[in-house]
């Protein structure tokens, strides 16, 4: 029998009144809807595909039997959303619902709806969708076979030949703008080649990541300790919703397109228009096929659940479609999905393989990882030796024994996860493990905090394998951006020249002429690297510290909130908690980081090597011209918003939410909202426009004009971006 995680009891429609259905149903959305959430918004799925698409078709079922529980909010009526909250905005004349709050883009109404396709996993469905084609069409059609791409749906527009904007599904209604990121994608055309393109027209596909760029990504955060992505659907996924398009660039990202749409499109058939497209320099997959019945459908599904494996991408199907774009039409879409399309979904592939023993791996903060080793076998186009149990309780869950058989799925992950055990296959010399009580390391005794899953050796100044894994994160990209990777860290720290960060910065070329392998020009080349990393933000030195929970992102806040690393060693605990994002974990781990006299040592050294340990004027502000003001700012403007944003912060000014009496003025550009204008006028707040703004900042040569021709100092000056 195996062991699964997720088991969900199936009560037949017949079985049931309508009370236990109502019932039934509401728990039924409530789960599709966090499932919903977690896929579309977090990108980190917590149950499998297979498991969701059994909810949904209970949730169909039991609506199909009490029609009369069917609401329009039901998930069964609409498509999930990518979008991150609802917005309650006034869109602008061409639809646009600025961004606000959590809402990082900007978003637009699609002009066709952009649904979802009913998925199956049995062939029988499949003839029976041939057969509803066959009686609501007649006959002399055919279907294009195409295979699906495990990634984040996109629809690109294009007008006169270029890339106008691209949209995320969203709710299938209102997607949001990710354009600036789609640009940055190598194999979409910002501009067609070739003739005969629509002069307004769309066409949508899929965005996806390769296995290998996916595997870099996740080698990348396993060294950084950072939660890895658990396929590449999610990263992919993640990577489009990045707020820094240059990050997005650097991702490895590609799309698939397969779908055109416009108004009086010069197409017979949607293979008709997919090869146009390629001539026009759009990425087009090659693996579709045109079927005339179902058994040719049935003969491609074959093929491809056994050749999948050797692609370079994540699929999870087979994509079945009506290639008379007539028919299509005629017939036409229930609420969610067309009816001349549906999907076949592979099942996920797994490998039943021997556990031979479990290692016990420390990372960087001191976690304690086990990690099974099983016997090679294949699984996704590799060979699987290692999976990860990822903590204490999760082996307790699996009541895994070395000897047991267990399953593995592995869908691109770097370190693939062992999902169940076979225990029928059980042996009787089969051993229960026992989790390590000290480090496998340095042999401190493991500790861990309540509400913790790991272990934790609490001896980071003395551990080898922590040492070695803060020296890594301090010269990482995201940190100090020094040119080193582990085996210069493994050779430095064999050689005793580092055992911590400061003594970098104490390295002499003469030492490094001593390591394999390197010659003067690679001495100079990290030498000049470490010269460079001084002049790397403060925000950026506290991340590379690598203090336990302390992230990019909340050592950017953490860093702004205090300004020096004097200011938060001498912080308490309830002034850390005052920071945004900073909880009771955080803060009570930067205070033990700060009452370490090695660390206050450490620090000492940092600051006498140059290194930048505060936010200086000349790192941060240009004026404080705009110190403790709000300005609210909604339309377009001669530069981006989040241009717009940092000259505002730069000038000491800051971001809010919305118009209130204290704001002190609104910022106008090209198209306001007019709600923002109408709020403004009724709260009696001056508005401005960009020219009048620009006046009372410095300008490139340095002058200032001032604010007092622009704002009251009655009125302490707001910003909030629109």
């Not at 629509?198 to 996740?218: C, H």
Request: hydrophobic share 35%.
């Amino acid at each position: 029998m195996r062991r699964c995680v997720h088991a969900y009891t199936y009560m037949g429609p017949d079985e049931m009144n309508i009370n236990e259905a109502n019932n039934r149903i509401q728990e039924l959305r409530a789960a599709i809807a966090e499932a919903n959430r977690r896929y579309y918004v977090e990108s980190a799925p917590t149950i499998s595909d297979y498991d969701y698409d059994m909810l949904m078709n209970e949730l169909i079922a039991l609506e199909k039997e009490f029609p009369e529980l069917v609401t329009p909010d039901s998930p069964t009526q609409k498509v999930g959303s990518d979008l991150e909250t609802a917005q309650n905005v006034a869109a602008d004349d061409e639809g646009r619902i600025p961004a606000k709050g959590s809402n990082k883009f900007d978003q637009y109404p699609h002009r066709y709806p952009m649904l979802s396709l009913g998925n199956t996993y049995n062939i029988t469905e499949i003839e029976e969708f041939a057969d509803r084609a066959t009686k609501g069409i007649g006959g002399g059609f055919t279907y294009s076979c195409e295979l699906k791409f495990d990634g984040v749906a996109i629809c690109l527009i294009y007008k006169e030949g270029r890339l106008h904007r691209a949209l995320t599904r969203g709710d299938g209604t209102i997607g949001d703008d990710v354009t600036e990121n789609v640009k940055k994608i190598a194999n979409i055309p910002q501009r067609l080649s070739g003739f005969g393109w629509p002069a307004d027209f769309e066409i949508r596909g899929e965005i996806y990541m390769p296995y290998k760029d996916f595997d870099r990504l996740n080698e990348e955060k396993i060294r950084e300790e950072e939660q890895p992505f658990a396929n590449p659907r999610n990263a992919a996924s993640g990577s489009l919703k990045l707020t820094d398009s240059k990050e997005v660039a650097k991702r490895g990202l590609e799309c698939t397109l397969y779908h055109m749409l416009g108004e009086n499109l010069p197409f017979p058939t949607h293979d008709a228009a997919l090869k146009a497209a390629m001539k026009w320099g759009l990425p087009v997959s090659d693996k579709r096929r045109i079927c005339r019945n179902i058994v040719d459908i049935e003969e491609y599904i074959r093929y491809w659940d056994s050749e999948r494996k050797k692609l370079p991408f994540a699929t999870d199907g087979i994509v079945i479609k009506i290639n008379e774009l007539g028919y299509q039409t005629k017939l036409g879409y229930t609420a969610k999905a067309p009816r001349w399309a549906v999907a076949y979904k592979f099942k996920a592939e797994q490998a039943l393989s021997k556990v031979l023993g479990i290692d016990y791996q420390v990372g960087r903060t001191g976690a304690v990882t086990p990690v099974a080793n099983l016997e090679p076998s294949p699984l996704s186009g590799t060979i699987v030796k290692r999976a990860s149990l990822h903590n204490a309780d999760q082996m307790e869950l699996l009541d895994i024994h070395i000897g047991d058989y267990a399953y593995v799925e592995k869908g691109g992950e770097i370190i693939p996860k062992i999902t169940g055990v076979e225990l029928s296959k059980r042996g009787s010399d089969a051993v229960k493990p026992v989790f390590p009580t000290v480090c496998p390391d340095c042999g401190a005794k493991l500790v861990r905090d309540e509400g913790e899953a790991k272990w934790f050796c609490p001896d980071s100044d003395n551990c080898p394998t922590q040492i070695k894994g803060k020296l890594v994160h301090f010269l990482s990209r995201k940190a100090m951006n020094v040119l080193a990777g582990d085996a210069t860290i493994e050779q430095l720290y064999n050689h005793g020249y580092v055992r911590n960060v400061a003594d970098f910065y104490d390295l002499q070329a003469g030492q490094l002429l001593h390591l394999d392998g390197w010659k003067e020009r690679s001495v100079q080349r990290f030498l000049v690297s470490l010269e460079e990393s001084k002049s790397v933000s403060f925000e950026h030195v506290l991340y590379a510290l690598g203090i336990r929970h302390v992230g990019e992102t909340t050592a950017k806040g953490i860093a702004k909130h205090f300004g020096s690393m004097d200011a938060i060693m001498s912080a308490t605990r309830e002034a850390l908690l005052d920071v945004p994002d900073v909880g009771e974990i955080i803060a009570d781990s930067i205070t033990a980081w700060c009452a370490d006299p090695r660390h206050l040592e450490l620090v000492e050294r940092l600051r006498k090597a140059g290194l930048k340990l505060s936010i200086g004027l000349a790192d941060e502000m240009v004026s404080t011209v705009l110190n403790d003001k709000t300005i609210v700012i909604s339309g377009n403007f001669s530069i981006s918003r989040d241009e717009m944003k940092k000259l505002i912060e730069v000038n000491g000014g800051k971001n809010s939410g919305s118009i209130s009496a204290k704001t002190s003025f609104l910022l106008a550009g090209e198209k306001p909202g007019p709600e923002k204008i109408k709020k403004a006028e009724a709260l009696g707040v001056k508005i401005i426009t960009e020219e009048e703004f620009r006046a009372m900042i410095p300008s490139a040569d340095g002058e200032q004009k001032g604010i007092d021709a622009v704002a009251s100092p009655d009125f302490p000056v707001q910003l909030t971006l629109f």
